[in-house]
């Protein structure tokens, strides 16, 4: 077999079209990584990643195995966001290694993190899973950032008002992305965003609930009648009182019981 | 460029592992359909389709450009039921034709089929999508069925009646898929399962709604509070007044409000 | 019943949090919309809508069923790109109207448009189906937008030079959007933004191909090996030698045959 | 708050249309397990969970939290087939418990499962994830059931034959599901169903190979030209040739780079 070094490096080649890529890499790899929780231990998550680097004008082709390498190597690690940080600066570097002016590298993962919830009558114990993740780029001027979706419960006011019983009620999945500077010391955590979206909606959502607990939840929604707008603007009254320097993206999509489509409304600021 | 008949004819090679394939064939194609309508019209639709032939155990591969092609023969017709039948008998005989001995060819047909629907206080109307289509099996005894997806509305009785106000709701979806022999001519429409689905719910859902509607409609729901399980029965004994001869499955899936997962129910039989 | 103008408008009630919503609207709509060929002709697509307006901070929500009663009243039309512009001229125009100052309204359509494509060698034709789309938004200063979706083959140049035989190749998507100004008259089809896609790969797919036609085909691939980057590349190359005064984001995926994850470019400029 | 057993038990009521149901449970139940892993080990999955019992025709409805519950205990377990076993007795005997007769519960779970990959020529090694799963069904006779989907890579046997050069090839998806009875103490591990389903494609698919491997694995795919009727019979010699007393089902998916569709090849049997 040839030596890999005698094999032709045809992604060294030059392109002269003079076009620089802003994202070449890899996507859709699945790979476990150990995350950190707030409460002090750590959960093995299932890892959906997409990992980019730029690709200046005169350079054919990226070495996207290097990308692969670099994250297998952090596989034992915890992870929180500043290990994501070092995994990201060490992709760019191996692809500097190889002679290339990389000028950023970009990094999304999402994953299913588990929170333990008390039912609150019986306070029996299930878990709720939610769909979390980071984004890390490289660049100037770079960022970091956390992303929640936080399944909730909402009942329609306009319903509930008009109505001469009941009102219309769905699920709803609030989203919350966080954007940090790099340089940012304070720590974001899952727990505190999710905390912020449930408060926010009429009601969160349970994997285990008995007979007493489903009237005390049922109930609560039915005093905090909450529209999508609602939910969206309390989300971003929850993240000023906790939260600042930082910008902030959030949505809530609510799968309408009443209607074949879903309600939704989404902002964007800074605290 | 050398003919068609001098390239070799690989597939029609044989194997001697002695095994026999259910089905041979293309899937998620996507192909424009004309459906006939229970009013009398058509409608064009977005079809994704799966076409299947059998392959006998000594026949090394099928000819699935033949698939395409006898779909593409049918591409101005319009369909129901019948031209699915003389589709699948087409897609055999070409096979047959290059020699081939298959005993079975199946489609399966999926696309949204769009229904008017009135507001009921308003008199508004606006269209409503169901995911619908047909599955058809030319074998022994061989088979063709109707299927439909109906989203509904569902008020949880329990919820209803333990809670001092309201009761969680949801948005639900109602499968039944429909088998008749083959040559069984009752003719069965979409619209009748849509109906069968949506009366056995709390209520339907509608894509345009006034708040003089959302007040007939929330207040509807509070009075035929259900269970997943009372929709699939409630589809059932619908079904059974309705036809006769026929094989049935039918389930729904709750988005629960309350809940990150959802509920279920799935039940078959004969009427 | 009470007559609407006697129920409470509780959506026009006033928020005091000072929280300006940039979208608030419907998503995951489903419509039958007429749509306009390159060729002269129709054709009727499934519309998957998100339809959204801007909610200025003091009004607590906005009156979603005057969105999708706008898209109603577009249903029998044929739509380019300026019905489009007009429909969201309606749908605000239908806020303001109800007293409230929206400055923003926003469309996205995707559906899947067809094709005719002729096999190379026997000439057979066969429909391909391009999952696109339109977005528009006006604001300030606002934008139309054309979106592709197209399916190409792709071989690989590393594995082509390297391998005594053959090369690994695969399907790709490539992805373009383009941006004009509002009033911009230069009009973008889809045709011209897929033949630009399918010009930039090694080959483009084809649903009806004979053993003829598939040499062809093959044979065609090997002589233009490309990288997921020369994908990109020379689609920019493509838009530039044809468009003037537009934005461009470009990407392509493919689904690499020898990897579980798949290699992905992606930039964006104006030309 | 009253005490539970006061209120009202909705779901414990009689329902007289004598339909009964063949699964009521909850669907989409996101939880994580321990999985046993052949090598020794075990690895924390995400899983996704439907969990169903059956419901004889008199009895309204089903207690659904029990199903969560019996889940949430086995959490810390590591689980294997026989664990779901239990598990699943588990959840049959709270719903007796209750008073009901049930008659069936099911358990179906999927998840993702990681085994590292060795690269051929420079031995790096990588993680490939492989879709995996359960199922278990609890009536007469019941039946367990292992589940993997395998991604691999597959040569165009007819492309090869009639180019002058090259041949397409693309990703595919090997399913294979073998159910043994209730009492089979052999045990099947996704290890070795993955090395069938790998063994009979034209190559198997690498998280992490450098261009020495890449040379290696695409000459072995040329070597080992598959079409999908193949890659399934493949399978079916496979699991012949190490399983005895089992049904399996087999299918194989293959993502065509030349055409916008898939090719697709599925049987079923006993060895």
Redesign the interface.
């Known amino acids: 077999?040839?030596?890999?070094v005698e094999?032709?490096?045809?992604?060294n080649s030059v392109?002269e079209?003079g076009?620089?890529?802003?994202?070449?890499?890899?996507?859709?790899?699945?790979?476990?990584l150990t995350i950190r929780e707030k409460a002090g231990g750590t959960?093995?998550?299932?890892c959906r990643l997409?990992i980019?680097v730029g690709?200046h004008a005169a350079q054919?082709?990226?070495h996207?195995?290097h990308l692969?390498?670099a994250l297998?190597n952090y596989?034992s690690r915890v992870f929180s966001m500043d290990s994501l940080v070092h995994l990201l600066r060490d992709v760019r570097a191996r692809q500097d290694e190889h002679g290339l002016a990389f000028e950023t590298a970009e990094l999304q993962i999402r994953?299913?993190y588990?929170l333990p919830k008390l039912a609150p009558?019986?306070g029996?114990?299930?878990?709720?899973?939610y769909d979390c993740g980071f984004d890390v780029a490289l660049n100037r001027p770079g960022h970091k950032s956390v992303i929640v979706n936080v399944?909730i419960?909402?009942?329609c006011?306009?319903?509930?008002?008009?109505?001469?019983?009941?009102?219309?009620?769905?699920?709803g999945v609030v989203t919350i992305q966080v954007w940090q500077m790099l340089d940012d010391t304070q720590f974001i955590w899952f727990e505190d965003l999710i905390e912020v979206a449930e408060g926010a909606a009429s009601?969160d959502?349970?994997?285990?609930?008995?007979?007493?607990d489903?009237?005390?939840?049922?109930?609560k929604?039915?005093?905090e009648p909450r529209?999508?707008?609602?939910v969206?603007?309390g989300v971003?009254?929850g993240l000023r009182s906790r939260l600042k320097g930082v910008r902030y993206r959030v949505e809530s999509?609510h799968?309408?019981?009443?209607?074949?489509?879903?309600?939704?409304?989404?902002?964007?600021?800074e605290c």
Chains 1, 2, 3, 4 share one sequence.
């Open positions: 077999m040839k030596p890999e094999l032709a490096d045809v992604q392109d079209r076009i620089e890529l802003d994202r070449v890499g890899v996507t859709d790899l699945f790979y476990p959960q093995v998550a299932t997409n980019f690709l054919r082709g990226a996207l195995s692969v390498e297998d596989r994953f299913m588990f009558a019986s029996l114990s299930g878990l709720v899973g399944p419960a909402a009942v006011p306009c319903s509930l008002e008009i109505s001469d019983v009941g009102a219309h009620n769905q699920r009601g959502v349970h994997s285990l609930l008995r007979r007493a489903e009237k005390v939840v049922t109930e929604m039915f005093r529209f999508v707008e609602d969206v603007r971003v009254s999509k799968f309408e019981s009443i209607h074949p489509h879903n309600s939704y409304a989404q902002t964007q600021g």
